[in-house]
């Protein structure tokens, strides 16, 4: 399994940001998609979970501000993120359920 993240970068308290993940090495459609963050001196959390019929699950502290989607044909999922909080300063990961991988990650500032 492999999974590139990308998309991060600085971005103002309230504004969007929009993160991708690529995933390879396994049949993309069928799988169970994560999110996670670490933020800095954290340990790593789940974000959002992506079921291949759709169904998503959220983070509380993200419910109603992020939205994850998925495109089988890109291999990719994705992470839309609105009225961001100095908070959500973090790496972001993506990566299969069940898999023991993780990608480089992107980072993601909040910060005016």
């Known amino acids: 399994d492999q999974f590139v993240e990308s998309g991060g970068g600085l971005v103002q308290p309230g504004g969007p940001l929009r993160l991708s993940c690529v995933g390879s090495?396994?049949?993309?459609?069928?799988?169970?998609m994560t999110w996670h963050r670490q933020p800095p001196g954290k340990a790593r959390e789940w974000v959002a979970t992506?079921?291949?019929?759709?169904?998503?699950m959220y983070f509380d502290s993200v419910r109603g501000r992020f939205t994850a989607s998925r495109g089988n044909a890109k291999n990719t999922v994705y992470l839309q993120m609105n009225r961001m909080k100095p908070e959500d300063t973090a790496v972001y990961y993506c990566?299969?359920?069940?898999?023991?991988?993780w990608g480089q990650g992107t980072q993601v500032t909040v910060s005016s």
């Open positions: 992506l079921w291949p019929g759709g169904a998503l």
């Open positions: 090495g396994f049949p993309f459609s069928d799988e169970i």
């Open positions: 990566r299969k359920g069940g898999s023991t991988t």
